[in-house]
């Protein structure tokens, strides 16, 4: 209870918005992917090739649960698709303030084009996976939230203030 929780798509700016918030406010950061796979001693790649995305989606929903018994006033930084599944959004709230960093289709491409750790974009045209994905999941990400803050074409220290002004 009382965490600051960052959602929102890959490549939003979760993992470095959550590192230096927590300097900020003097709290630990739990990012959800690291701790599943600490658990599972494998990288979230390696987890969809062997298992797909039902299993991880389950460890994720396990991994939520885990935190709502164990985790006060900390900042938690959560995969892009948790808040997807009902049950988790109901933890996510349980759980703390949710902020929903909400980037641009493009801003996400520009980011993540070269990138091969998330196994929901390889493969041909990144930027039409994204942008689909993208008009899928906001509404849940919107629902989930009790703060939006827009990342594109701001600087971390925008974005750092912004939130912080917003948290209870
Ligand atoms: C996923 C996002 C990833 C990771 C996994 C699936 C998704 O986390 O949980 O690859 O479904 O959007 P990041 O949002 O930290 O990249």
């Given at each position: 209870?009382?965490?600051v929780?960052?959602?929102?798509?890959?490549?939003?700016?979760?993992?470095?918005?959550?590192?230096?918030?927590?300097?900020?406010?003097?709290?630990?950061?739990?990012?959800?992917?690291?701790?599943?796979?600490?658990?599972?001693?494998?990288?979230?790649?390696?987890?969809?090739?062997?298992?797909?995305?039902?299993?991880?989606?389950?460890?994720?929903?396990?991994?939520?649960?885990?935190?709502?018994?164990?985790?006060?006033?900390?900042?938690?930084?959560?995969?892009?698709?948790?808040?997807?599944?009902?049950?988790?959004?109901?933890?996510?709230?349980?759980?703390?303030?949710?902020?929903?960093?909400?980037?641009?289709?493009?801003?996400?491409?520009?980011?993540?084009?070269?990138?091969?750790?998330?196994?929901?974009?390889?493969?041909?045209?990144?930027?039409?996976?994204?942008?689909?994905?993208?008009?899928?999941?906001?509404?849940?990400?919107?629902?989930?939230?009790?703060?939006?803050?827009?990342?594109?074409?701001?600087?971390?220290?925008?974005?750092?203030?912004?939130?912080e002004?917003n948290v209870k």
């Open positions: 209870m009382g965490n929780i960052l959602i929102g798509f890959m490549g939003c700016g979760k993992t470095t918005v959550g590192l230096k918030l927590s300097y900020r406010l003097w709290r630990t950061v739990i990012d959800t992917d690291k701790e599943i796979e600490k658990e599972e001693q494998r990288t979230i790649s390696d987890i969809f090739a062997a298992e797909g995305e039902a299993y991880f989606r389950d460890r994720e929903t396990a991994c939520l649960r885990k935190l709502i018994e164990s985790t006060n006033n900390q900042i938690i930084s959560v995969g892009g698709g948790l808040p997807v599944r009902e049950e988790n959004r109901r933890l996510l709230r349980k759980l703390g303030q949710v902020f929903y960093l909400c980037a641009r289709g493009e801003t996400i491409y520009g980011r993540l084009k070269d990138d091969t750790t998330r196994p929901l974009l390889q493969g041909d045209d990144p930027l039409t996976k994204i942008e689909t994905l993208l008009k899928e999941r906001d509404p849940y990400y919107r629902e989930a939230a009790d703060v939006v803050v827009s990342v594109d074409d701001k600087s971390f220290e925008q974005i750092l203030d912004e939130i002004k």
